[in-house]
């Protein structure tokens, strides 16, 4: 996708979440290519003035690089809609049940898309004992890129029950999903325009795909296309499309699975939605593109020309209706 006209573009990234240091690499990367095709490019850091900044630059649109509160929750939409400034990306009410893995949940299943079971847990409650069978995984509700994950093991030295002063989610966290482990195998697809690109493995040199084996080089393999059955690739592709679709998604999005692979298709879980993906060298939405024929380039511009097609649709979930 090659955009006809030239425009001043505001690459929002940054923010002070969790996952600023891949939100600044992923706004980085975009503002370089749109450079690279002629755009005038505005870069903004946000803070607490971000509203008279993109005020200020009157840009043609806004990429929305920002990753995790409040550049994926609705707050930075709801911002953009108000000020009547195109933006890249979903919309606020798919923005608000996306991020919050119990409302995407309560989107998706009933729609027949498996996720893991569990239930939200007051932290104070893990001190007193564990609130399913070991193993479980405890994971904040509305939170990406892995942070803050814990996997809670009878070999983990958390304690039994979990003690106060354990490193661990409970530390930051008033509450938190916890879910039934899943063994086996990553799995993770992406859809762009209403496509799934492919299914690709992450296989982690050591622990399990959190925060810092996401984002360090080295740390993960890779493999795509995945080296899984047909029936395991072609399900990851369905259930992404119709995760994007129920939810309402726009512009590209993430499907990340577990899959127990000694269960067949029945051990495929789908274990949440990214509406605004990673867009860094080690990002997997620019991966799976290349695989499929399309440049970071092409990429950009093809998630802005989206945006743009869509102006005045940012209207939310499709799940909700």
Known sequence: ?????????????????????????????????????????????????????????????????????????????????????????????????????????????????????????????????????????????????????AIVTDESNYGNPIARDAKGPWQEFPELLAEPYIRGRELTTAVVGGKALGVTELIVESGFYDFENKYTDGRTRHVCPAEIPEDIAEACLRYAIEAHRILGCKGTSRTDFRWDDQQGLDGLFVLETNTQPGMTPLSLVPEQAKYCGMSYEDLVETIIADALADRGGHDGAQGQA
Do not use: C
């Open 1 to 149: 996708m090659i955009l006809s006209n030239k425009l001043h573009v505001a690459v929002l990234m940054g923010g002070w979440a969790n996952e600023r240091p891949v939100s600044l690499m992923s706004g980085e990367g975009v503002a370089k290519a749109l450079e690279a095709r002629g755009h005038t490019v505005t870069r903004i850091d946000m803070d607490r003035q971000v509203a008279a900044r993109i005020a200020e630059a009157k840009p043609d649109i806004v990429f929305n690089a920002l990753h995790g509160v409040p550049g994926e929750d609705g707050t930075v939409q709801g911002m953009l809609d108000l000020m009547g400034v195109p933006y890249t990306h979903s919309g606020l009410a798919t923005s608000v049940i996306a991020i919050d893995k119990q409302l995407t949940k309560q989107a998706l299943v009933p729609r027949g898309i498996p996720m893991p079971g569990g239930r939200i847990v007051r932290t104070d409650d893990l001190y007193e004992g564990d609130p399913l069978p070991r193993p479980y995984v405890l994971k904040p509700v509305n939170e990406g890129s892995s942070v803050g994950v």
